[in-house]
């Protein structure tokens, strides 16, 4: 029973190609088919996210690179695990709505419910995966690019994995329980301050409170982003971290979404 | 070998009241709801090639059983089997995005509808010829006016050819012609022995397109059989309850008897008064149901005035569909004839006698029924069975009594 409807949730996007390119095209167009400024609306948070922070925490806080990443500016120190960090964020902050937005198709239509989850975690992924792609692109003509680099699409994979787990468990809950949604806006947020992103870990004097911040997947993933971008190496123990978090999170999430699936029915 | 099988389906929803009850349930394990019981005790098979239509009042459970044959809705218990691919109608242009064009949005529904990859390109002139859209179909879906939306979704479902199609109140939308359209896409489905399922509160399209009709009444199968009779019983049942209900509680089983109407059907309106039965005879006082042109045909009801003060005119017509007259006879103009005031209780055996009948071919549905003073409103109407013309030799909608002289000169 667990491993059928393991199975069925890993085909989905394969068993359903077509539904699913559909699906993903029609969401990932929507986001800005109706607005004049088109796709370039999506790269705006980010980006005025990072001038926010470049400037609070690199001008006036003065906050610099740690020691270990020589003489690499913070901003793009910051910027390399804030792309990342964003998709995660998006998709996430987007999961709790998933489902309730189309829940006339769920109780009207038959089809593979499991898709919407994969679908609404793609889509942030792909967009701000671009965005990440160009930065990326970039710092290979500043001289950074090495052979570590060929790590980064299975460290984003496995985080998009990670992702697709929490966004099915978020989705499914927030039907039967809608003050997810509220929940979810503030954990994002407390999330985000709790990954060192816009400040470097270094700046935590205590070791011990250091240690947990290694409970935070997203803090090797961040960090195996700089490590593998900025410096060509990673730490093995972050690795040993993301690998079975994420694929743990994607086999529950989606079994426990396809577990109670049924019911989206009977609620919505 | 039966194409859906449905064995003792029951579904309860459970009714909870607060949100927050559901969720302590779940921690607590306590129950915390009541049960709604929906259906009960469903069962019915419908072979290959069949379509079943649904009816009954509202709330009566027909859309959750359909719900539950498609399938996004989970029986509580029993059994629903169903062989070959569905494709659902069970609210039009679900799934339909605003924003995007209808062109585009052909391609994400029909996939949802399940049409393999390739077919899809194929199908979409099709779709749009049958659609009507024209121009529109590169437009946004948001600027389509709710008939536009409606023939986009009917022309994608139905145009995936599945092996059955699930819809619900789809043809009460759009207009005559698009109606016509849709009975008459339908009506090829049935001649390609697809199975249809199909819930209506016209009962002039579920006697038009089902074979076996379905009676729900509070969640129990009241009555199943063909269509044209369970239609019939429903709409005495209807009629008589509308009547009585102020009076007197339903006594179902006296309205039973009273249920004559394997003959005939009508259209529930206002219960002033009501037709107990209308028949269509040859001169000879024979029912037929199969009309010679230029015979004489007499059309006869009963007519049973359930309030008291009522003034009216009775009335004939010959139907094409529920919708469209092609002859009319009021007595609006006959003075001979009474019209009232009537008082409740009074009977009326009403008939009329037309010479000649012009009409050559075509199949027709008598309907009978009495009218307001100005011959506009109808208190009641009812429809006979389906009336059809023998035929002849010639052409044309038309035959007229006629002589021949030849002379040579």
């Given at each position: 029973?667990?491993?059928?409807?393991?199975?069925?949730?890993?085909?989905?996007?394969?068993?359903?190609?077509?539904?699913?390119?559909?699906?993903?095209?029609?969401?990932?167009?929507?986001?800005?088919?109706?607005?004049?400024?088109?796709?370039?609306?999506?790269?705006?948070?980010?980006?005025?996210?990072?001038?926010?922070?470049?400037?609070?925490?690199?001008?006036?806080?003065?906050?610099?690179?740690?020691?270990?990443?020589?003489?690499?500016?913070?901003?793009?120190?910051?910027?390399?695990?804030?792309?990342?960090?964003?998709?995660?964020?998006?998709?996430?902050?987007?999961?709790?709505?998933?489902?309730?937005?189309?829940?006339?198709?769920?109780?009207?239509?038959?089809?593979?419910?499991?898709?919407?989850?994969?679908?609404?975690?793609?889509?942030?992924?792909?967009?701000?995966?671009?965005?990440?792609?160009?930065?990326?692109?970039?710092?290979?003509?500043?001289?950074?690019?090495?052979?570590?680099?060929?790590?980064?699409?299975?460290?984003?994979?496995?985080?998009?994995?990670?992702?697709?787990?929490?966004?099915?468990?978020?989705?499914?809950?927030?039907?039967?329980?809608?003050?997810?949604?509220?929940?979810?806006?503030?954990?994002?947020?407390?999330?985000?301050?709790?990954?060192?992103?816009?400040?470097?870990?270094?700046?935590?004097?205590?070791?011990?409170?250091?240690?947990?911040?290694?409970?935070?997947?997203?803090?090797?993933?961040?960090?195996?982003?700089?490590?593998?971008?900025?410096?060509?190496?990673?730490?093995?123990?972050?690795?040993?971290?993301?690998?079975?978090?994420?694929?743990?999170?994607?086999?529950?999430?989606?079994?426990?979404?396809?577990?109670?699936?049924?019911?989206?029915?009977?609620?919505? | 070998?039966?194409?859906?099988?449905?064995?003792?389906?029951?579904?309860?929803?459970?009714?909870?009241?607060?949100?927050?009850?559901?969720?302590?349930?779940?921690?607590?394990?306590?129950?915390?709801?009541?049960?709604?019981?929906?259906?009960?005790?469903?069962?019915?098979?419908?072979?290959?090639?069949?379509?079943?239509?649904?009816?009954?009042?509202?709330?009566?459970?027909?859309?959750?059983?359909?719900?539950?044959?498609?399938?996004?809705?989970?029986?509580?218990?029993?059994?629903?089997?169903?062989?070959?691919?569905?494709?659902?109608?069970?609210?039009?242009?679900?799934?339909?995005?605003?924003?995007f064009t209808g062109r585009k949005n052909i391609y994400l529904n029909a996939s949802l509808l399940g049409v393999p990859d390739e077919n899809i390109a194929e199908l979409e002139n099709d779709i749009i010829a049958f659609s009507e859209l024209d121009y529109f179909i590169d437009r946004p879906v948001k600027t389509y006016s709710?008939?536009?939306?409606?023939?986009?979704?009917?022309?994608?479902?139905?145009?995936?050819?599945?092996?059955?199609?699930?819809?619900?109140?789809?043809?009460?939308?759009?207009?005559?012609?698009?109606?016509?359209?849709?009975?008459?896409?339908?009506?090829?489905?049935?001649?390609?022995?697809?199975?249809?399922?199909?819930?209506?509160?016209?009962?002039?399209?579920?006697?038009?397109?089902?074979?076996?009709?379905?009676?729900?009444?509070?969640?129990?199968?009241?009555?199943?059989?063909?269509?044209?009779?369970?239609?019939?019983?429903?709409?005495?049942?209807?009629?008589?309850?509308?009547?009585?209900?102020?009076?007197?509680?339903?006594?179902?089983?006296?309205?039973?008897?009273?249920?004559?109407?394997?003959?005939?059907?009508?259209?529930?309106?206002?219960?002033?008064?009501?037709?107990?039965?209308?028949?269509?005879?040859?001169?000879?006082?024979?029912?037929?149901?199969?009309?010679?042109?230029?015979?004489?045909?007499?059309?006869?009801?009963?007519?049973?005035?359930?309030?008291?003060?009522?003034?009216?005119?009775?009335?004939?017509?010959?139907?094409?569909?529920?919708?469209?007259?092609?002859?009319?006879?009021?007595?609006?103009?006959?003075?001979?004839?009474?019209?009232?005031?009537?008082?409740?209780?009074?009977?009326?055996?009403?008939?009329?006698?037309?010479?000649?009948?012009?009409?050559?071919?075509?199949?027709?549905?008598?309907?009978?029924?009495?009218?307001?003073?100005?011959?506009?409103?109808?208190?009641?109407?009812?429809?006979?069975?389906?009336?059809?013309?023998?035929?002849?030799?010639?052409?044309?909608?038309?035959?007229?009594?006629?002589?021949?002289?030849?002379?040579?000169?």
């Amino acid at each position: 029973m667990f491993l059928s409807l393991i199975r069925e949730w890993a085909l989905t996007p394969v068993n359903n190609y077509r539904l699913f390119h559909n699906f993903t095209r029609q969401d990932f167009f929507a986001q800005f088919t109706a607005s004049v400024g088109g796709f370039l609306w999506l790269f705006l948070t980010p980006i005025v996210h990072i001038i926010i922070y470049s400037f609070v925490f690199a001008y006036i806080f003065q906050v610099r690179a740690p020691a270990g990443f020589g003489e690499t500016s913070f901003v793009l120190f910051m910027m390399i695990g804030y792309l990342p960090w964003f998709a995660f964020a998006d998709a996430v902050g987007k999961s709790t709505g998933l489902l309730l937005e189309k829940a006339p198709l769920i109780t009207k239509v038959k089809f593979p419910v499991q898709i919407l989850p994969v679908v609404g975690s793609v889509i942030p992924y792909l967009t701000h995966g671009i965005g990440f792609g160009i930065l990326l692109l970039y710092l290979a003509t500043q001289g950074y690019l090495s052979v570590s680099w060929l790590l980064l699409p299975v460290i984003f994979f496995l985080q998009f994995l990670f992702t697709l787990g929490l966004v099915a468990i978020l989705s499914a809950l927030c039907v039967f329980l809608r003050d997810l949604q509220q929940l979810v806006t503030l954990g994002v947020t407390i999330w985000f301050f709790l990954t060192p992103i816009i400040y470097p870990i270094t700046m935590i004097q205590d070791e011990a409170v250091r240690e947990l911040f290694l409970l935070n997947p997203m803090h090797s993933f961040v960090n195996l982003y700089r490590e593998i971008v900025l410096l060509g190496e990673i730490s093995l123990i972050h690795l040993y971290i993301i690998v079975p978090v994420s694929l743990l999170s994607y086999v529950i999430g989606g079994w426990l979404f396809m577990r109670i699936r049924l019911a989206f029915g009977d609620v919505l | 070998m039966p194409r859906i099988t449905v064995n003792n389906l029951h579904k309860d929803f459970k009714i909870y009241e607060r949100p927050q009850d559901r969720l302590w349930e779940i921690i607590t394990r306590k129950p915390r709801h009541r049960l709604y019981h929906v259906l009960s005790d469903i069962s019915f098979a419908l072979p290959d090639g069949q379509s079943l239509g649904i009816i009954g009042v509202n709330g009566a459970g027909k859309s959750t059983l359909l719900k539950l044959l498609v399938g996004t809705l989970q029986p509580t218990s029993g059994e629903i089997s169903i062989e070959g691919q569905v494709a659902a109608l069970l609210e039009l242009g679900a799934g339909f995005h605003p924003e995007f064009t209808g062109r585009k949005n052909i391609y994400l529904n029909a996939s949802l509808l399940g049409v393999p990859d390739e077919n899809i390109a194929e199908l979409e002139n099709d779709i749009i010829a049958f659609s009507e859209l024209d121009y529109f179909i590169d437009r946004p879906v948001k600027t389509y006016s709710s008939g536009m939306f409606v023939r986009l979704a009917f022309s994608i479902a139905t145009m995936v050819r599945p092996d059955i199609l699930v819809i619900d109140e789809a043809l009460s939308v759009g207009d005559m012609a698009f109606q016509r359209k849709c009975v008459e896409r339908m009506n090829q489905f049935r001649a390609e022995r697809k199975t249809m399922v199909f819930c209506s509160h016209s009962m002039f399209h579920i006697q038009e397109l089902c074979d076996i009709a379905i009676w729900i009444d509070q969640g129990r199968i009241k009555e199943i059989g063909e269509s044209d009779k369970v239609v019939g019983h429903y709409e005495d049942f209807c009629n008589s309850k509308k009547t009585y209900n102020s009076i007197r509680e339903d006594l179902p089983e006296e309205l039973d008897k009273k249920a004559e109407a394997d003959e005939a059907e009508a259209e529930p309106t206002v219960q002033d008064c009501r037709i107990n039965s209308l028949t269509v005879k040859d001169i000879h006082g024979n029912t037929i149901d199969e009309l010679e042109p230029l015979s004489s045909v007499v059309m006869e009801m009963e007519v049973e005035v359930l309030k008291d003060g009522i003034e009216g005119n009775f009335g004939f017509a010959f139907m094409k569909s529920s919708e469209e007259p092609h002859a009319s006879f009021l007595t609006t103009e006959i003075d001979s004839v009474e019209k009232g005031p009537f008082s409740k209780g009074d009977r009326f055996t009403v008939s009329l006698t037309v010479n000649n009948f012009a009409m050559r071919v075509g199949e027709y549905y008598v309907l009978g029924g009495l009218a307001d003073k100005s011959g506009l409103l109808w208190y009641e109407t009812k429809f006979s069975r389906q009336l059809s013309i023998k035929p002849t030799k010639g052409v044309g909608p038309i035959i007229m009594d006629s002589s021949w002289t030849v002379r040579r000169s």
